[in-house]
């Protein structure tokens, strides 16, 4: 085993032992809570050396680093998660390799989606992104809607060809009401999936929490948690 497998693999092992006991201490199954890698900055090497260690999904927030990593990784058996801010002219690129976009945010993303899914001849799953830190309606400093556009952006993307309305992601927001009170982020996340699951049952994804809150995630009811840190190392500096 190379030091670099060797030391992913002990990362690895703990973040699975911090997910298996916040499972634990909330009365949930381990198989209820999905791990989601967040490979961004780090080379299709090390996404390579996780597969052989057993992780089916991996994210990016880029699609300059997304694409061409995902290209040399087209024979593995990954599942691929876009998480970051996507703009439209990104988009025929990114439906080209994401089985999934957790950062849906407004009902322009959708259309682009919808348009591009449909030449590609593919079904891209999708999540809304909620800005926590956001006023009703309107877009958070990290990407997403306010909660009051929650609705009407899922509906949208249920209705759109091509697309398949998974659920709800959100990033723990930095200011706002919810600023350092993640377990009531989370809280408020589930809520909110709780009232678009009564017009779309089978969207039960709710994508919450990283390397440093993911046990809030999960106590709240997160079915995915996005780890980078945890999993890959601290990053060097972001490009």
Known sequence: MTDRK?????????????????????GRKREEVTLIVVTKTYPAADVRILS????????ENRDQDAAPKSAECSDLPLLWHFVGQLQTNKVRSVVGYADF??????????TALSKEAV?????????????????????????????????????LVARSPGLRFDGLMTVAPLTGVYAGRQQEA?????????????????????????????????????????VGTAVLGVRPGLR
């Open 6 to 26: 060797a030391q992913l693999a002990a990362n690895l092992a703990k973040v699975e032992e911090r997910i298996t006991a916040a499972c634990t201490a909330a």
């Open 52 to 59: 052989e260690l057993g992780v089916r999904h991996v994210a």
């Open 101 to 110: 976009v957790q950062s849906i945010d407004r009902s322009r993303l959708v």
């Open 119 to 155: 030449r590609a001849e593919r079904e891209v799953g999708c999540l809304v992104q909620v800005a926590l830190d956001a006023q009703e309606s309107g877009r958070g400093e990290r990407g997403g809607v306010g909660v009051g556009g929650v609705e009407e952006l899922a509906d």
């Open 186 to 226: 989370f809280g408020r996340l589930m809520d909110l999936s709780t009232a678009v699951r009564r017009a779309h049952p089978a969207a039960n994804m709710v994508s919450a929490g990283m390397s440093s809150d993911l046990e809030q995630a999960v106590a709240a009811g997160a079915t995915h948690v996005r």
